[in-house]
Each structure stands twice: as C-alpha cells, then as structure tokens.
C-alpha cells in the first residue's frame, strides 16, 4: 500500500524557474528521502531528512519536513532542462511482516522547458 | 564501485515461461531489495534480504515468484511460469544497513510477458 503521496502528478515549467512539490505520509516515520527517476534508468538518491530536522539542503534542492502536518516539501530553485525526470518520496514505515519498509509514493512527473 | 548491476536489461517472454533476473549489490552493502515499477501501482517492494536472509516477503505476489541471495554479491528473482500480468520493471536495490538508509538502484529488468 502506497504510503506517500506526491503532489501535483505533473509540473510543467519554464527553465530558471522554483518547482515544488509535495509528499504527504499517513504514518509515523523515522526519516523521509526524495528520489528522482529519469526516463528509463533506476532511481537516484537525492537527499534523507531524518524525523527530527525540519529542513535539508543540497545544492539546488531544499527539503521541508513537518510531521505534525505528515507531509514534507522538494523545492528545485533555478530549475534547468537537466532536472526534467520524475520525483518520488519515500518513507520507512513498519510493514506488519516484523520489519520496515521504504515504500515510495508514484511520484511528480516534473517537466522543465527550456 | 560499478554501482548495483542488473541482467538482463531487457527480457521479452511468452507466457507460461520461466524468467530469471538477476542483481549483483554494491560490495560492502549488507541489504538488498527488489521493487516492482508499473504504471498503475508504482514501485512495490518485493523482498527484502539483510546479510543474505529474506526479512520480509510480504510484497511477493504469489508463489510463481521466488526469490533467493545464495551470498552477499548475489540475487536472483524468478518467476514460474510467467503470465502477462507480470509486465513490468524490476529493480534491485541495496544498501550499507537497511531500509531506513538511502538506496543505490541498478537499471533495473524491462519485463514484458506475451
């Protein structure tokens, strides 16, 4: 069962421009990492913010965490055509089966236009 | 590190058949993981194997699918016999301790069943 949810499915914008998007979870977490996928090739780590931080950067990306509010933010500034892919969160949630999971939700579709 | 290597890339198959996929982890990684990526349910997790033992198999559809890690460089998921439903691209995974780290996916295995 899907236990993130991104938010929008899709975003499209225009090189130079911020893109956002939003991942929200049902249960409690010990961390929450961001992925992206480009066309055809396997998902690439990007960046792991742990349930205590609130916010992370790497480079262009910047990642919110609230867990009152069980839903954390992905903000690419300066967006490049490069950045077109798909971006996916991902949370660890107990699985039931006696162990964790790291259970990805379907992901924003980003389209950068140059 | 040639990163987390996957065979064959591409496997077309008729129906009824016998597929094999294969994973060699990143050298050091003590935890594996295959996922499922399809359009409708997104990335499922499989199996997931820590030090070469099955944690959870909670994810595997039925009993057509099998998965075994002989040792710590080593993966294989079969499916017997395969149906068309089974389309998809799996992916293996690994990591250094687990599911709460991030993960380092190979290219993953276009399936298609015919």
């Known amino acids: 069962s899907q236990q993130g949810e991104e938010d929008p499915q899709a975003l499209s914008i225009q090189e130079g421009e911020n893109a956002t998007m939003n991942c929200s979870y049902k249960?409690?977490?010990?961390?929450l990492q961001w992925y992206r996928q480009n066309s055809g090739r396997g998902l690439v780590h990007l960046i792991l913010?742990?349930?205590?931080?609130r916010e992370k950067h790497s480079g262009r990306l910047r990642v919110t965490l609230d867990t009152s509010k069980k839903s954390s933010s992905l903000l690419i500034t300066a967006s490049r055509a490069a950045d077109t892919a798909s971006y996916f969160c991902?949370?660890?949630?107990?699985?039931?089966?006696?162990?964790?999971?790291?259970?990805f939700g379907k992901g924003t579709k980003l389209s950068v236009i140059p | 590190d040639a990163g987390v290597i996957q065979s064959p890339r591409h496997e077309v198959t008729e129906m009824g058949q016998e597929v094999t996929l294969r994973c060699k982890p990143i050298?050091?990684?003590?935890?594996l993981f295959w996922y499922r990526q399809t359009m409708m349910r997104g990335l499922e997790l499989l199996i997931y194997?820590?030090?070469?033992?099955?944690?959870?198999d909670s994810g595997m559809p039925e009993d057509r699918f099998s998965a075994k890690m002989p040792n710590a460089s080593f993966s294989t998921l079969k499916i017997q016999p395969s149906e068309p439903r089974d389309s998809a691209v799996y992916f293996c995974?690994?990591?250094?301790?687990?599911?709460?780290?991030?993960?380092?996916f190979g290219s993953g295995t276009q399936l298609s069943v015919l």
């Open positions: 995974a690994s990591s250094l301790r687990g599911p709460n780290e991030k993960l380092f």
């Open positions: 249960t409690s977490i010990n961390n």
């Open positions: 913010i742990r349930s205590n931080e």
């Open positions: 991902a949370t660890d949630a107990y699985s039931g089966a006696g162990s964790y999971q790291l259970t």
């Open positions: 050298s050091g990684h003590n935890s």
């Open positions: 194997f820590n030090n070469n033992v099955p944690i959870d």
